[in-house]
Structures are given as C-alpha cells and as structure tokens.
C-alpha cells in the first residue's frame, strides 16, 4: 500500500470536508439544479440510446467457404510449387482438429457470373483463364512466361471462379443480416490480380469484386485491410480515385527490392482525385518483423484511421506469409497475432467483417494462423501474443506513412510537425535536426528487374531442409504452449437489490435507481437470462483481510463503528469526509459492492466465466487508503486487484479507469506497485475538477518500482467525446497496455463522461464504452471484469453498461461519433506520451517531430549497402530463404568438401516434415486449459531449448514473387 505525494491538502470548494453547514446545502443545490438540467437533456440523450439501438441485434453465425475443387489448382509443370493445394487441406484439416468447423454456418459456393468478373476484369483477362481448360501444359507454361509469377491449368478457371462466387456470396450474406462474419478458405488468392493482367499466383482478384459487388449493394464506405506480406497493388489500382473504399496494406517492401518492385508501393502513393487520402501503404523495409511491430502499426495507423472513417463493410485480405517459418515472409508473426489483428477490426461496421484467404506457405504456422483467425471470429477469446520492442525500421516506415497521411485525417494531427521556427532559427534536440523525421523515397529494385521473359520455375522462395525442419519445430512448440481458454460462461454478472438500501435523505446524484435502471436495461437488452451469461449469487459480504488488503485498519473499524450510530451522528461523520452521505445500510452496502466484484474476479480468474459485469453501488475508485471519498465507501476495484495478486497469484494487473473523475484511490494504493498498471483518462480542467488535487495530471507517473506504472490522461475543458477518448486509447491506452501483457483487466467503469450527464460535462456515447470493452477483451484471453463507478444520467449509463456487455458478448456494436478532437486533446496525449516514454518503448514513434511537408531523400548510395547489411546481420536463427535452383547449387558446393554419402544419412536423420501434422492432430491436454494454469499460461512466443542450425547465413537472392 502506498500514496502519491500530495501536492494539495486542501478540499475543493462545496466538499463535505467544509466546517460550515452552509457549503454542504451550496453543493446540494447545486447538484438539485444538475439534476434538473439532466431532466431537460434526457431527450436528447435518450434520442442517441435509440438511434444506437435502432440496428442491434445479438450476434448472429459465422459463415464458412470450404470447396473441395478449390483443391483441384495446381502447377502441372511443378510439383514444388509453394502455392499449392496443401495449404487449404491444411487449415482445413487444423479448423477440424479445433472443432471450428461444425460450430460455422456452412456456406456453400458458387462459380462466379460473367457479370460479376466483369465488374473488375476485362473480357480478355477472363478469356485466358477459359482458354486454360483446354491447352496442354507446355501451352500454357508459355502463356504465363509472359506474366509475373502465375500457373494454370485445366482446372484454374473453374477454382478461380469458385473462389470469387463464394466470396461474393459471404459478403451478401452479411449484408443480408443471415451471418454476423464470414470466412472464405479459397484458392486461388487474388489480391495481386489487376484489371486486365493475372499476377502473383492469382486467379482473379476475389477481394476487389466482392467490394465491388458490396458497394452496387449500396454499401457507402468499405474498409480493406492487407495484412498479407506482399503489397496488394491489384486491389490498390482498383480503387485508388475512389473514396468509397479505404484500402490500408502492411506488406514487405525493402525499397522496392522485394517483390512486386513497386514504387507505388510505398507510403506516399496515398491515391488520387477524390480518393486521395483513401489509399494507405505501410512498407516494411527490414526482415524478423514480430507482433510488437504489426500491433504497432494497427494501433498507430489502422486502428486510428479506421474509427474516424466508420466503414460499413470491412474485409481483410488475409496473407500468412509474415507468419513465423515462412520463407516468402521470413518475418516472424505468431498465429496468435492474427486473431488480436482481426479482433481489433470486428468492432467496425457492426461486425460486419469477411476475412478472405490469400497467401501463406509455411504449412503449419499457415493452418495454426488462420484456424485462430476462424477461431476469433467465433467470438472465442485471443490467445496472449507476445511482446518485444517495435524495431525502429518499423517506427519509420510508420511515421513515413503518416507523414503521408496526416493532411486527409484528423485522427493523425496527435502527431507533431517541426516548426517552420525550429527549421530556420533552431537544433533539435542537441541533434542539429536529427529529431525530424526525414521520409525515405528511395526505390531501388533488382537491376534486371522486370525480365523480357518471366520465370515460370524456380522464382519463389524456400528453406533448406534443416531450415525448415527448425522451424516446424518453432512453429509447434507454439502451439502446444499457446492456451486456447475454454470457459462454461461468455460473461458473469453481479446485481443485488439489497445495494439499493444506501441511499441519502435528500436527492443525490448517487441513487438507488443507478444500479436498478442498468439492471432493467440488460434485461430489456435480453443480456440476462441469455445462453453463455450467468447470474453469480449474491450476498458475498467484503470480510476485513480482504479490506485490509488496500485500506488501513482504522478506515475498516470507523465504517464498522459507524453502523452503531444513530442517523445525526453518521451525518456529523459523513459532513467530516469529502463528499460522503452515509445511512444505516450503508457499510452493509459497500460490503455487498466489494464484495460482488470480488466474486466477479474468483469467476473468471476460476475459468468458469470468461468475462464480469458487476453492477454494484456504492463506486469505490475515490475511497482513499484510510477513509472514504468522493461517494465512495471502500475501493471495489482496487481490493479486487490486491485480491487477484496476493490471493489468487496474478503478476500483472491492468486497472483501466474511465470514470470523468480521476480515481486518486486507485492511484495512491498502486503508486509503488509494478504489478498493478493504473491507468485513467478524466476531466482535470488543470486541478479545479472533482476531486480537485494535483496529482491527477500527466506528470504523476508512480514512484520506486511503480514507475511509469501510473498513467494519467487529463482532459482540460468540456465537452470531450468519441473522438478525444479514441485519440487517448489508441495512442496511449492500447499500445502500454499490449507492452504491459495484462493476465487480468478491471475496468473501474464510471458513465459519468456519457452524453447528458449532469456532473462530467462530457459527451462520450454508448457506443464508444461498448469500443473501448472490446478492444480490451483481446488482451488477458479475455478476462476482463466490468465495474460499475459513477455515472448520474439514468437513461444514459443503461445503455453505456449495456452496450459493455454486448461487447464482452460479441455483439454488433452502434457507430462511434467522430470528429475533429479538440486541440486541448491532442495537447494532452501529447503532453502523456511525452512523460511516460520513457517507461514504454510502445510510445516511440512520435520520438520524432514529422517534416513539414512529404519530402525526403532519394536514399541512393550508402544507404542501399545499409540495407544489404542490416538484412544480414540480422538474427533469425537459421538460413535465409533462397530459390530452389540456389539449393541445389548449394549442396553441389557442399558435396566438394563433404563425402555426399555421408550427408545423405545425416539427411535422413531428420525427423520427417509430416511429424507436425501429428503434433497439430492433437488436442491440447487438459493441463493447458485448466483454470489454475490460466493466469501463468505460457504466453504466446517462440521459445526452445534447442539452438538453431548451425548453417552458416546465406546471402539472399533478389526477393522474389508471391501472394
């Protein structure tokens, strides 16, 4: 236990800690005269509850494209060939093995139209893959020599189709309201497919029709987000001048020495006309990219730009090639990062999201990648990802991409720009400029590069044997330590009537009907009662050691003596606190609060309910160590967090608090503490806001070993909303929380920031709690618990604490309300980044100022041998993919040296590669899923007591192409 250094002992004018009668009926008043204002709101607020309930609905299935003839593609002249038919068998056989399959809504494809390939493709493009059903092999190998990286053969017309028809048909069907997402496992990929030319291992390019297909539908605004290794620049021609489609690509780009060798690829080809700003690159110029890079692009760029544009349709190209043991890719994304990327997403468009399969040839991180991605749209929980710091390469391709960007988003103006002072008068940071983000324009693909005649053979990338081998291994130790949570109940809640005795005897913002109108709401809601959501029992009483925990001795035997006595006296008692009333129930009630959210914690942290929601009163984040404060008896949430550490052994606790008023108890009980990140975004109005100390600013940052464990996001001024509060989550919240790993979340959930509430002055809505709860349930595996703070307006904190539960649930979510935050806001993410960079690496990418306008270097000399030794030094721990006529070669050097005898029987010592097939057919024991192994799960990284093949480093060949 231990206490931020006060900078003020004074209470803040009209608290009950005034000597004088007088105050107290001034503070009455003036909450009497609040209230009634709420009433002349409650209007308005009760038109934004029914505007967001206006489209709700509980989640419906998830769709699933699987076929059978999809299987039937493949190379006739090359029995090697990477893009093969063993990779949709193999997700297949692995979404079986999980028992995914049977919980999907099959939905069956069908060949695509004529009509419907021509809302992209040209009749001559469509003609090539018909004529391909009748030629002989060595016809067509001719034909694809004369195109970048493609195949066909009798059956690619009749998979291609297939693979767009089913595509078309998930988009219709979540359009249609029959399915809340969809999945489509097709083959051929097709997002490198352009309008009149196949490329790229491609068929047709299924995401672009399926868009095109959505926006004849009347669908205004689509979302595309790429996440597959290679830049999807067919599906960037097709809407590069249209606003309607928001295309967003992450892709391996090296200056444009990796494959497509694009200049538009990169970050500055931001599209044209009235689609300029709508067209988003993020290139990767560095190999060994992690989770920590890509959750650090989706929160800096995709996250940002997503909410402010409100989609409403998103649909993910989804590549595995950046995943671990991926020779394409040679990046190193576990399966468990691409639930928590899809996660992030599928609180956009009211769900409506439809993940299209596209590349990925590292067989078994490519079935395990997609089985979590099925597995996440399912609605089960994400597994924990693992962490590490953002490679500065990274930074700078993201801060390349905003400094692109930041012109058409307002969501980006938190990033800061040099002075035009600073350029002509000033050093920067005892750099001289070195503080200033420079872009890197600089385009240098292979020199031979495009050829007269492309390769039909031998142009994509592999590992030696001993390479891959390692990296199956990797691969399935992954999944044998990655826990996927199975629980009895999606969510647990807490409510008991017997809270409503506490009441004043006078009206008081802090009334009985709080907790009694959120709890009819969830019942009008249909969340009670609902299959997977359990009601816990009630009368769970605090007891003194867990009191205790956080609150001193005397603080647990005033409150106890309190109940002997008679009303004058608790009022003479209550007048000496700030901000307090207090009846004869009282104590029993803040009992029950503490209490209830304590059993919310032994549910989930049992296993038994993967998420809480307790609603309960008296609040608790301003009960201080030694007395009660600001309506507040004993700290709920702060005891359930001692509570988790001490009794149940969590190492990691995050208290997310989003209550209006900053929760000075939470934050002197935890100030020391590391295993406890606090974490608060309030009204602080520079310390005249409730509960008016000093300590609730951006510079109070914890003390000793809880340094940089205290997060204080003070807002300065009315009227912060949506967009203000995402600026702080996206910004600060979610990239410390995700470095930070949390094993439990305890969100202290004051509505007191809501629309029409008559104490914060805010106008946060419904649907950004409902957000904000989602985006949280991807960390932890999901165990989060909900409790209720503050809140005044009764209609508004209904529907806030409902649409938390419908996140914790899964349901679609209403539209955020965004627009420009103000500039205050952006001062003070600012102004909390700054402060706390030094604790979080997650915070480095404004490290930075961004130059004025988009320019850079050329990057041409030096910087190209940079880059040849950066890609080389770096340590994956085994070969570089090469092609495979370079292997051959390899071993012919090798047989000069070595007896070739010999080396074929150290190759036949290996275990075969079928043996991670085994691995994956089983499931996972019993131990790994059990509740008292869930808080020290293994997390989800590459681990292994083996060292690497002891190859020596191969030097690349030139990048070559792929889906």
Not at 389 to 401: A, H
Not at 725 to 738: E, K, R
Request: proline letters at 6%; a negative charge; aromatic letters at 8%.
């Amino acid at each position: 236990m231990s206490s931020t250094p006060s900078r003020s002992s004074d209470p803040p004018p009209g608290s009950r800690s005034s000597p004088r009668v007088s105050a107290l009926q001034a503070m009455k008043a003036a909450k009497k005269a609040e209230m009634l204002r709420a009433k002349l709101n409650a209007n308005l607020a009760n038109l934004v509850v029914e505007q967001d309930n206006k489209e709700e609905e509980e989640r419906k299935g998830t769709g699933l494209v699987y076929h059978e003839d999809m299987l039937l593609h493949s190379c006739p002249w090359d029995e090697h060939h990477i893009e093969s038919p063993a990779r949709l068998e193999s997700i297949w056989t692995r979404c079986k093995q999980l028992e995914l399959v049977d919980r999907c809504v099959r939905v069956q494809p069908r060949e695509a139209t004529e009509s419907e390939l021509k809302l992209y493709h040209t009749a001559e493009f469509i003609e090539t893959f018909v004529k391909s059903r009748d030629q002989e092999a060595g016809d067509v190998e001719t034909v694809c020599s004369g195109l970048d990286s493609v195949y066909m053969c009798e059956h690619t017309d009749r998979a291609a189709r297939l693979a767009v028809g089913a595509s078309v048909e998930l988009v219709e069907k979540v359009l249609n309201g029959e399915i809340h997402n969809g999945m489509g496992l097709v083959r051929p990929p097709g997002h490198h497919a352009m309008e009149n030319t196949p490329c790229g291992f491609c068929g047709f390019n299924n995401v672009v029709i399926a868009a095109k297909a959505a926006l004849e539908r009347g669908v205004k605004k689509i979302l595309i987000v790429d996440f597959d290794l290679h830049h999807g620049q067919g599906t960037q021609y097709a809407f590069y001048s249209d606003p309607r489609v928001l295309y967003v690509s992450m892709h391996r780009y090296e200056r444009g020495r990796y494959w497509p060798h694009l200049r538009e690829s990169n970050s500055d080809y931001v599209g044209e006309g009235e689609g300029a700003g709508y067209n988003v690159n993020i290139p990767l110029n560095t190999v060994g990219c992690g989770p920590a890079d890509y959750l650090s692009i989706f929160h800096s760029v995709i996250l940002p730009l997503a909410t402010e544009y409100q989609p409403g349709l998103v649909l993910v190209s989804a590549g595995y090639d950046a995943a671990v043991g991926c020779p394409e890719g040679e990046m190193l994304l576990t399966p468990a990062t691409y639930s928590h990327m899809v996660h992030t997403l599928s609180s956009l468009a009211k769900g409506r999201m439809v993940v299209l399969l596209e590349g990925g040839y590292c067989l078994p991180s490519l079935a395990e990648s997609a089985a979590l991605t099925l597995r996440c749209l399912l609605g089960d929980p994400c597994p924990m990802v693992g962490g590490g710091q953002v490679k500065e390469s990274v930074l700078e391709s993201i801060r390349g991409t905003v400094t692109a960007l930041r012109p058409y988003w307002s969501c980006l103006q938190v990033w800061d720009v040099v002075s035009q002072a600073t350029l002509m008068y000033g050093d920067l940071m005892d750099g001289g400029g070195e503080g200033i983000f420079r872009p890197d324009f600089g385009f240098t693909p292979p020199s031979s590069w495009p050829p007269t005649v492309f390769p039909t053979r031998d142009y994509y990338l592999v590992y030696d044997q001993e390479t891959a081998q390692y990296w199956d291994k990797e691969v399935a130790r992954l999944v044998l330590n990655t826990n996927l949570v199975k629980v009895d109940s999606k969510l647990c809640l807490v409510y008991d009537k017997e809270m409503e005795e506490h009441h004043d005897d006078e009206p008081h913002p802090e009334c009985p009907e709080r907790i009694s109108r959120i709890w009819a709401a969830l019942k009008s809601a249909g969340v009670v009662g609902r299959e997977g959501v359990i009601r816990l029992a009630i009368g769970r009483l605090l007891t003194k050691e867990e009191s205790l925990l956080v609150h001193e001795e005397e603080h647990w035997e005033k409150l106890m003596d309190s109940q002997e006595l008679d009303q004058e006296e608790r009022d003479e008692m209550a007048e000496k606190l700030n901000s307090i009333y207090m009846n004869s129930a009282s104590v029993k009630c803040g009992l029950l609060a503490a209490g209830g959210v304590l059993s919310c914690v032994d549910q989930v942290m049992s296993g038994s309910s993967r998420a809480g929601l307790a609603v309960v009163r008296p609040p608790g984040h301003h009960a201080e160590p030694d007395e009660p404060h600001g309506f507040c008896l004993f700290n709920n949430v702060g005891i359930a967090a001692q509570y988790a550490v001490k009794q149940l052994g969590v190492d990691r606790v995050l208290i997310l608090d989003w209550d209006v008023h900053h929760g000075n108890g939470i934050q002197h009980m935890f100030y020391n503490d590391n295993r406890v990140l606090y974490m608060s975004l309030h009204r602080y109005d520079h310390g005249t806001f409730f509960p008016g100390k000093e300590d609730a600013n951006y510079d109070m940052v914890g003390e000793g070993a809880g340094k940089g464990f205290n997060v204080n996001i003070p807002w300065n001024g009315r009227k912060m909303g949506d967009s203000e509060y995402l600026l702080g989550f996206h910004n600060i919240v979610l990239p410390i929380a995700y470095e930070f790993q949390p094993q439990l979340i305890l969100v202290s959930a004051g509505f007191d920031a809501a629309v029409g509430d008559p104490l914060g002055g805010f106008k946060v809505t419904p649907a950004m709690y409902g957000y904000m709860t989602h985006q949280l349930a991807a960390m932890a595996e999901g165990r989060v618990v909900v409790a209720l703070e503050g809140g005044y307006n009764l209609a508004t904190i209904s529907e806030c604490a409902t649409q938390c539960a419908r996140a914790l649930l899964g349901d679609p979510l209403p539209t955020l309300q965004v627009e420009k935050a103000k500039d205050s806001a952006i001062q003070t993410v600012r102004d909390v980044i700054k402060e706390q960079r030094e604790f979080w690496h997650s915070l480095a990418g404004q490290d930075k100022l961004l130059p004025l306008e988009g320019t850079g270097g050329d990057g041409e000399g030096g910087e190209v041998a940079g880059l040849d030794v950066q890609l080389e030094q770096l340590s994956l721990g085994t070969s570089r993919s090469v092609v495979r006529s370079e292997l051959v070669k390899q071993n012919e050097e090798t047989s000069k040296v070595d007896d070739i005898t010999d080396v074929i029987k150290d190759v036949a010592t290996f275990p075969p590669h079928s043996q991670i097939d085994n691995i994956l057919m089983h499931e996972k024991s019993d131990d790994a899923l059990t509740s008292e192994n869930a808080p020290n799960a293994t997390p989800d990284k590459i681990a292994s007591d083996d060292p690497p093949p002891t190859i020596p480093t191969q030097a690349s060949s030139p990048p070559c192409p792929g889906t």
